[in-house]
């Protein structure tokens, strides 16, 4: 069963850091490229930041873009995304998704989505 995971959400106070791990099962990543969503409380599910799967380029939203590091570790069938200077407009649930395309930063190229985890920014 094809499946990604998440883990490392959780609360955390303005300013502060988080580091999310996407973990594929039963398929490669590397031939994927893989990106994060998110979706926070009464808007639309977006795109933040992507890892391409031919030469890992990688993509940001405006919203993340100096903050957010999106990574990928082969050896372990992992992506990271290190997220710095959170702010509270970062809660959401964080979705990690792959596809078989170049780029995957819209909903409609996604093959496989993780489950979600929720990511708390607040004082």
């Known amino acids: 069963q094809v499946q990604l995971v998440e883990s490392g959400g959780g609360s955390v106070q303005p300013g502060g850091s988080l580091r999310l791990s996407c973990t594929a099962s039963n398929f490669t990543l590397r031939y994927y490229a893989i990106g994060w969503f998110r979706q926070a409380p009464g808007k639309e599910r977006e795109g933040i930041s992507c890892?391409?799967?031919?030469?890992?380029?990688?993509y940001y939203a405006d919203s993340v873009k100096g903050r957010f590091t999106i990574s990928r570790d082969y050896a372990k069938n992992t992506v990271i995304l290190e997220m710095n200077s959170l702010k509270p407009e970062d809660t959401a649930v964080y979705y990690c998704?792959?596809?078989?395309?170049?780029?995957?930063?819209?909903?409609?190229?996604?093959?496989?989505w993780g489950q979600g985890i929720q990511v708390t920014v607040s004082s």
């Open positions: 890892i391409s799967s031919n030469f890992g380029s990688t």
């Open positions: 998704a792959a596809a078989r395309a170049l780029w995957v930063i819209v909903e409609s190229v996604v093959d496989y």
